[in-house]
Structure formats: C-alpha cells, structure tokens
C-alpha cells in the first residue's frame, strides 16, 4: 500500500529539536557562576576538548555526531543536570538544540566524513 501524498507531507518538519548529554568543564562552569552557557566543542576521550572564539563554554560530548550537530544548529542552551556530582573535572549537562531541517543534508554529509575519517585511520 503506497503511503498519500497528503500523508507524507504531514511527517515533513521545518526544523528539530535534539535533546542530548555532554559533560562541561568544571573550572569553566565555576568560572561562569556555575551554569552552562554559550557552545562549545570537544571529543569525549579522543582528543581535547576545543573552544570556539569567544565562547564561554567548553564542551565534552558523549556522542560524536553531537558536535556537528550543535556546530550547525540554529541556537542552543544548555544546563547541569541536577543531583549529578562532576566526575573528573566535568560536569554533566543536558544540551537543547534546535536544527533547521534545511541543514538536515550538510549533517549526512558532515558525519559521512567524520565516519570515513575514523575508518581510514
């Protein structure tokens, strides 16, 4: 049974909402008063964590494909996760990103890459 078109365009989205788990410095968390704000970048376990100019956040992300994402979300805003002690200089935040679905291809592409890259080395 072939789906209507009417049905198809009702699961078209203008943009998404990603929910997801990164770890942020503790110095620069302490140095913010405490909570996450700006974005950042970084590797959990792979390499060190970056920081984008004049941004107040460094971020350690559990999934790799998380950076590309919040690289090219439209905005984002992050906060701790209550009740969560920090472990090893990070602590556990929550990341809310919103994704233009028009940016739905250059992710494919990005994480083409990412995934070819690791493949390759």
């Given at each position: 049974?072939q789906?209507t078109?009417?049905?198809?365009q009702?699961?078209k989205?203008?943009?998404?909402?990603?929910?997801t788990r990164?770890?942020r410095?503790?110095?620069?968390?302490a140095?913010?008063?405490?909570?996450?704000?700006g974005?950042g970048?970084?590797?959990?376990?792979?390499?060190?964590?970056k920081k984008?100019?004049?941004?107040a956040?460094t971020y350690?992300?559990v999934r790799?494909?998380?950076?590309?994402?919040?690289?090219?979300?439209?905005?984002s805003?992050?906060w701790p996760?209550e009740?969560?002690?920090a472990?090893?200089?990070?602590l556990?935040?929550r990341?809310l990103?919103?994704?233009?679905a028009?940016?739905v291809p250059?992710v494919r592409?990005?994480l083409?890459a990412l995934?070819?890259s690791?493949?390759?080395?």
């Amino acid at each position: 049974m072939q789906p209507t078109e009417a049905k198809r365009q009702s699961f078209k989205f203008d943009r998404y909402l990603v929910l997801t788990r990164v770890c942020r410095e503790e110095e620069a968390a302490a140095a913010d008063g405490g909570g996450p704000s700006g974005s950042g970048q970084g590797s959990k376990g792979k390499g060190k964590a970056k920081k984008k100019k004049g941004d107040a956040a460094t971020y350690v992300y559990v999934r790799p494909e998380d950076e590309i994402l919040h690289q090219l979300a439209e905005w984002s805003c992050a906060w701790p996760v209550e009740g969560k002690p920090a472990t090893d200089g990070l602590l556990p935040c929550r990341l809310l990103l919103s994704l233009q679905a028009g940016q739905v291809p250059e992710v494919r592409s990005r994480l083409r890459a990412l995934v070819a890259s690791h493949a390759n080395s």
